[in-house]
């Protein structure tokens, strides 16, 4: 069975920092994306890791700003968030994509089969 689950959410004050974590089980997955929505807004993509190489993508809007990687031993991905701002508010989920459908659009949520729980991110002073 696909288990996702997120951790590390929680308030922090403009630009401040958070570190969310997600551990994946029960299966090997193409690539693993972070997304986040926020009241009355789409889904939209914030990063992707393609476990077979590490190669990552981040939506321009996190550039510069958010970090991805995986620890491949512990199957888990991380995503590092710095300089947060109260755009920045939003459930991030995690969501893993089993077959590869993403290979050509790695921000699209559409293409990621199996998602976490979510976690809250809130960025306000």
């Known amino acids: 069975q696909v288990q996702l689950v997120e951790s590390g959410g929680g308030l922090v004050h403009p630009g401040g920092s958070l570190r969310l974590s997600c551990t994946a089980s029960?299966?090997?997955?193409?690539?693993i994306g972070w997304f986040r929505q926020a009241p009355g807004k789409e889904r939209e993509g914030v990063s992707s890791i393609r476990t077979s190489d590490g190669t990552t993508t981040y939506a321009d809007a996190v550039k510069g700003r958010f970090t991805m990687t995986r620890d491949n031993a512990r199957n888990t991905v991380y995503l590092q968030m710095n300089s947060l701002k109260p755009e920045d508010t939003a459930v991030y989920y995690c969501?893993?994509?089993?077959?590869?459908?993403?290979?050509?659009?790695?921000?699209?949520?559409?293409?990621?089969?199996?998602w976490g729980q979510g976690a809250q991110v809130t960025v306000s002073s």
């Open positions: 029960g299966w090997s997955y193409y690539a």
């Open positions: 969501a893993a994509d089993l077959n590869g459908a993403s290979w050509n659009s790695p921000l699209d949520y559409g293409e990621f089969d199996y």
